[in-house]
Structure formats: structure tokens, C-alpha cells
T-cell receptor
Framework: RKEVEQDPGPFNVPEGATVAFNCTYS??????FFWYRQDCRKEPKLLMS???SGNEDGRFTAQLNRASQYISLLIRDSKLSDSATYLC??????????FGTGTRLTVIP | DGGITQSPKYLFRKEGQNVTLSCEQN?????MYWYRQDPGQGLRLIYY???????QKGDIAEGYSVSREKKESFPLTVTSAQKNPTAFYLC????????????FGQGTRLTVV
């Protein structure tokens, strides 16, 4: 079983839509969770950390469900510039970062 | 500006050749990492280094070697023993001060021809 699993998509949504991605992780002892954004042929960049109580950054909301071992990312009012691949990242232990395969989002005019 | 610089951006290698990918950072980060990214797969850890003159194998170290003689530099050598080296290689550092677990360079796209 993979450490981190994501729906690869693609998700094609119109501008202004709300879209949600989920990610599940296998290690119940995982301590930290993140969403990274990766543009085509570029490096991943940290989008936001995911906190136990859930957190919001503008149009982006991240949530963690430890009982079910999943994290989610909600994007409201999608913009064309949101088109990218979103990577779910889970930290287990001091040096173990596990990356999901990414979910590809395309926002359509 | 502080950051991580990888070079070259694109690299072509003939089968049987060793190549070295450069990774330099001026962020004063102790920990540095090399990942490999293939289509349809998550990033996989090749090697990491927590401190100068020390490094550890990651999940897919076979066919690769690294050195960490200076804090700023963590070069990766892809040897001829690596059976399937064509991939996107990403170098990263960790900044515990900001909580950024992986701060990436721009990547090197290696193609074996």
C-alpha cells in the first residue's frame, strides 16, 4: 500500500467553480501534512501546511481528518491561474516526507 | 536573493556515462535532499544529508552517489549502474525555521539518449 494516495484527476472545472481534492495516508503516526503546488515542468512549491483544526488561506481551505487518515484541499472561486498539479505531502518521522502522485487541475475559461 | 540553484536545467547523457547534477544553496540550510520524479509517480527520495560530510541513502539510492563537502553544495552523480535514469531530478533543502520541509530548486531534466 502506498504511503500517500491521491486521485490523479484530471479535474477540469470552469472559472469560479469550487473544487476539492482528497488525499489518504497509511501511517497513523504521521505528524505533519502539506499541500504543494507544481506547475508544468517546474518545481513543487509549498501551498500551505495543514493543521489539525483546519486552516484557510484566502480561497484555499485545508482540512485534516486523523480518524479517517485523510486530508483535503478546497479551492473556491477557481481562477485560470489555479491550473496546476497539487501534491499531497505527509511527514512521518524526522526525515520521511512522502509525496502523493499529484492531482491535476485545469480551470477552463 | 536566497535560493537553491540546480544546473543544468536540461541534460542529455549517453548510455554508459556518468553525469553529475549540481545543487547549490545560499540559504544556510543544514539538510539537503535529492528526489526523482517520474510521470504518474510521487517524488522518491534518492539521498539526503543532514550535515556536512554526512549523507544517507533514501528509498532509491542504487545507481546514484552524492557528496557533501560543503554546506552549500550537494551534487548528485547518476552512474552507469542506474538502469533507468531518464527523469526529473529535484534538489531540496529543509528550513525548520519557517516550517518549510522541502524548498526545491528548479530541477534538472535528465534524458538518456
Amino acid at each position: 500500500r502506498k504511503e500517500v494516495e491521491q486521485d490523479p484527476g484530471p479535474f477540469n472545472v470552469p472559472e469560479g467553480a469550487t473544487v476539492a481534492f482528497n488525499c489518504t495516508y497509511s501511517n497513523s503516526a504521521s505528524q505533519s501534512f502539506f499541500w504543494y503546488r507544481q506547475d508544468c515542468r517546474k518545481e513543487p512549491k509549498l501551498l500551505m501546511s495543514v493543521y489539525s483544526s483546519g486552516n484557510e488561506d484566502g480561497r484555499f481551505t485545508a482540512q485534516l481528518n486523523r480518524a479517517s487518515q485523510y486530508i483535503s484541499l478546497l479551492i473556491r472561486d477557481s481562477k485560470l491561474s489555479d491550473s496546476a498539479t497539487y501534491l499531497c505531502v505527509v511527514k512521518s518521522g524526522a526525515n520521511n516526507l512522502f509525496f502523493g502522485t499529484g492531482t491535476r487541475l485545469t480551470v477552463i475559461p | 536573493d536566497g535560493g537553491i540553484t540546480q544546473s543544468p536545467k536540461y541534460l542529455f547523457r549517453k548510455e554508459g556515462q556518468n553525469v553529475t547534477l549540481s545543487c547549490e544553496q545560499n540559504l544556510n540550510h543544514d539538510a539537503m535532499y535529492w528526489y526523482r520524479q517520474d510521470p504518474g509517480q510521487g517524488l522518491r527520495l534518492i539521498y539526503y544529508s543532514q550535515i556536512v560530510n554526512d549523507f544517507q541513502k533514501g528509498d532509491i539510492a542504487e545507481g546514484y552517489s552524492v557528496s557533501r563537502e560543503k554546506k552549500e553544495s550537494f551534487p548528485l552523480t547518476v552512474t552507469s549502474a542506474q538502469k533507468n535514469p531518464t527523469a526529473f531530478y529535484l534538489c531540496a533543502s529543509r528550513d525548520p525555521g519557517t516550517g518549510i520541509e522541502a524548498f526545491f530548486g528548479q530541477g534538472t531534466r535528465l534524458t538518456v539518449v
